[in-house]
């Protein structure tokens, strides 16, 4: 009778030492990823693809191209972490607008660019995407840290 008490329990504790072990895994979003992970996966796009945006101002036309055809992959791809974002959600009301880009500052850190129409308007930028570059054995190449 005792060793059928202490095998119940024995049971009951391994079911529950069980249930504990799978908590982890059942909390965790599916089909979202953190920024980290989308970060990582981003920058493994970055140093291995065949092609890509030759500098500063050719990512941002790039992700501002992605972004007008609604292709987040790409998007995603040209701004490490972004992956992490709703872009379908951020993008839902996005105007129909074109953009005109400056030459980045001298340590390719930062992309002037501005709305077509308030470029014509006044002349000047009044946004920046930030930059970041990766060092690549296909060269350096320039990725999007921020942007207005």
């Given at each position: 009778?005792?060793?059928?008490?202490?095998?119940?329990?024995?049971?009951?504790?391994?079911?529950?030492?069980?249930?504990?072990?799978?908590?982890?895994?059942?909390?965790?979003?599916?089909?979202?990823?953190?920024?980290?992970?989308?970060?990582?996966?981003?920058?493994?796009?970055?140093?291995?693809?065949?092609?890509?945006?030759?500098?500063?101002?050719?990512?941002?036309?790039?992700?501002?191209?992605?972004?007008?055809?609604?292709?987040?992959?790409?998007?995603?791809?040209?701004?490490?972490?972004?992956?992490?974002?709703?872009w379908p959600e951020i993008?839902?009301?996005?105007?129909?607008?074109?953009?005109?880009?400056?030459?980045?500052?001298?340590?390719?850190?930062?992309?002037?660019?501005?709305?077509?129409?308030?470029?014509?308007?006044?002349?000047?930028?009044?946004?920046?995407?930030?930059?970041?570059?990766?060092?690549?054995?296909?060269?350096?190449?320039?990725?999007?840290?921020?942007?207005?």
């Amino acid at each position: 009778m005792i060793k059928m008490r202490r095998n119940g329990i024995e049971i009951v504790m391994f079911m529950c030492l069980g249930s504990l072990l799978l908590l982890p895994s059942c909390g965790k979003r599916t089909g979202v990823k953190t920024w980290e992970e989308a970060h990582t996966e981003a920058m493994k796009t970055i140093a291995t693809r065949q092609q890509w945006p030759d500098s500063p101002e050719a990512v941002c036309k790039e992700f501002w191209k992605a972004r007008r055809a609604m292709d987040y992959k790409e998007m995603e791809s040209l701004w490490p972490g972004s992956g992490s974002y709703n872009w379908p959600e951020i993008c839902s009301d996005d105007p129909d607008v074109r953009y005109v880009f400056g030459k980045a500052n001298e340590t390719g850190t930062g992309v002037p660019y501005a709305a077509e129409g308030y470029f014509k308007e006044n002349g000047s930028y009044n946004l920046t995407m930030a930059m970041g570059s990766l060092q690549t054995s296909r060269g350096l190449r320039y990725y999007i840290v921020s942007g207005n």
